[in-house]
């Protein structure tokens, strides 16, 4: 029978590797020096299980100079990776040991003067729109310096730029009455206004207020055959009425009928209620009365006219 071999103190080394505690050291040597039991080993069960904890890490502290370590030309092998060599001692001990330092300090620049900021618009100035420049264009009537290169320079204007005739003023210089019709009618001789029938009765309604014929003239606010207008076309004829109005300077302008005295003046009033009323069309006194095509055949018209409209004005006075 083979000799049984004893490997007691085999075991034992190998249970000292395992069970080995801080205060304990063992060399190659095992078979011939045995340890000493320490507390924290007498405590544990015989056979535990191994422990594996973590060392806490510690950052270490900055190296502070010292004539020794200033001597040496060489660090220490063992020396901590994150210890400061001896070249960086004159850094203050409160640095951290990570932040490396430059090894010579040069001297602050001083800082470059910053631009002054804009001042802020105050809210008035933001508030406030620019007024919008428009360019406003002078018509060719708008030169005119006669009555007569009035009428020629309208044939020019784009608002009768394919009228055949540009109809003209008819009568004296300078009228007591001037008669303001809204357009030539078709077939409608021009010239002779005052001997046709409406013309006629027209001439021996003011000569019974005492104003004679010769003193009456006539002329028409859209100088062409009649056609509809747009309230840009309107207010084109209104400032080629007002410019021929200062070449013919009457006393009294009277429009006919209730589409012309909106085309004259606008909406902005009534005609029921201001017709026979003395009205001011840009410094020219005027009156406006029924239509006057209208008034020739209709006799309750002519009634309205000569004993409400005409008396409501106080303009008509006999020389």
Do not use: C
């Not at 802020?120 to 018509?139: E, G, L, S, Y």
Request: glycine share 4%; charged share 20%.
């Amino acid at each position: 029978m083979p000799e049984e071999l004893n490997f007691s103190e085999l075991r034992k080394y190998l249970q000292g590797q395992i069970d080995m505690g801080e205060a304990d050291l063992l060399f190659d040597e095992p078979w011939t020096l045995t340890r000493k039991k320490s507390a924290v080993s007498a405590s544990r069960p015989s056979n535990p299980m191994p422990q594996m904890s973590r060392p806490a890490f510690t950052p270490p502290k900055p190296a502070f100079a010292t004539p020794a370590a200033s001597s040496a030309p060489f660090p220490n092998s063992a020396q901590s990776a994150f210890q400061q060599p001896a070249s960086f001692a004159t850094q203050a001990p409160t640095q951290s040991a990570f932040q490396q330092p430059a090894p010579f300090a040069t001297p602050a620049q001083p800082a470059a003067p910053q631009p002054r900021p804009a001042p802020k618009p105050t809210a008035d100035a933001a508030m406030t729109i620019a007024p919008r420049a428009v360019k406003k264009t002078t018509a060719a009537y708008e030169l005119a310096d006669s009555l007569n290169a009035f009428y020629d320079a309208l044939k020019t204007d784009a608002l009768y730029a394919r009228a055949a005739n540009v109809v003209r003023y008819e009568g004296p210089e300078h009228p007591r009455l001037l008669i303001l019709l809204a357009a030539p009618k078709p077939g409608e001789l021009t010239g002779i206004f005052f001997k046709s029938p409406t013309g006629e009765m027209i001439s021996r309604l003011f000569a019974s207020l005492g104003y004679a014929p010769e003193t009456l003239g006539i002329t028409y606010f859209y100088k062409d055959a009649p056609r509809a207008l747009s309230p840009i076309l309107l207010a084109s004829l209104r400032r080629m009425l007002t410019k021929e109005l200062s070449f013919i300077a009457p006393e009294i302008m009277i429009t006919f009928g209730e589409p012309l005295f909106y085309d004259v003046f606008s909406k902005g009033k009534n005609f029921n209620d201001l017709a026979g009323t003395a009205l001011d069309f840009n410094g020219t006194k005027t009156v406006s009365l029924v239509d006057a095509y209208a008034m020739t055949s209709d006799k309750q018209l002519k009634w309205l006219t000569w004993k409400v409209h005409i008396p409501r004005s106080g303009l008509f006075t006999a020389k």
